[in-house]
């Protein structure tokens, strides 16, 4: 199994700019989850989906942050405009949601975003 | 208050070394616990969960106190590929994963 696919790996942008970011979880997993890692802040959970239909997205910062998943197998997290305190990773992370699981999530190598 | 908190550390060790970290959680309905293990500028991976009785996975040793709401990990006979950060994390009952700060381990020779 590849894991979970995200891309790019790396964005630098000029504020102002949208930027798009991709995930592609591992078949057969029916959650997905959008973190984001600062050294302020550490990781935070912005939004996740079940079964691709959002179930929590209170931690998503503002109304320029948004996410979408058409489908089991590819979701995306939107920036619209970005500011330079988005500058952070962010990670998406896969797993099975059932009863009686123990939950793991497996994480993606994360997109390193810079906004000037 | 953080709902999962920490020490940061760096904790530095040498080879060979126990080492304890400690985590405490304000939610007493959370309901599993785990440590992931995160490499610099790599991704977390799950490292072990922490169940009631305590549970024991090599040189690691995980161990909760519901009542307390503590969790730690030890790490005996430590070894350079043991250092990295620690994510203490905790599962509320809405099913989302808290993550603590991190604490830092930096083995040496």
């Known amino acids: 199994d590849a894991g979970v696919i995200q891309s790019p790996r790396h964005e630098v942008t000029e504020m102002g700019q949208e930027v798009t970011l991709r995930c592609k979880p591992i078949?057969?997993?029916?959650?997905l989850f959008w973190y984001r890692q600062t050294m302020m802040r550490g990781l935070e959970l912005l939004i996740y989906f079940n079964n691709n239909v959002p179930i929590d997205d209170s931690g998503m910062p503002e109304d320029r942050f948004s996410a979408k998943m058409p489908n089991a197998s590819f979701s995306t997290l939107k920036i619209q405009p970005s500011e330079p305190r988005d500058s952070a990773v962010y990670f998406c992370a896969s797993g099975w949601e059932g009863t009686g699981d123990r939950n793991e999530q497996f994480f993606g190598p994360g997109t390193r975003l810079t906004v000037l | 208050r953080k709902e999962v908190e920490q020490d940061p550390g760096p904790f530095n060790v040498p080879e060979g070394a126990t080492v304890a970290f400690n985590c405490t959680y304000s939610n007493s309905a959370s309901q599993s616990f785990f440590w992931y293990r995160q490499d610099c500028r790599k991704e977390p991976k799950l490292l072990m969960s922490v169940y009631s009785s305590g549970n024991e996975d090599g040189r690691f040793t995980a161990q909760l106190n519901r009542a307390s709401q503590y969790i730690s990990l030890l790490i005996r006979d430590s070894k350079l590929s043991d250092s990295a950060t620690y994510l203490c994390?905790?599962?509320?009952?809405?099913?989302?994963?808290?993550f603590g700060q991190g604490t830092e381990l930096s083995v040496k020779p």
């Open positions: 994390v905790v599962r509320n009952q809405g099913g989302k994963l808290i």
């Open positions: 078949s057969g997993h029916n959650s």
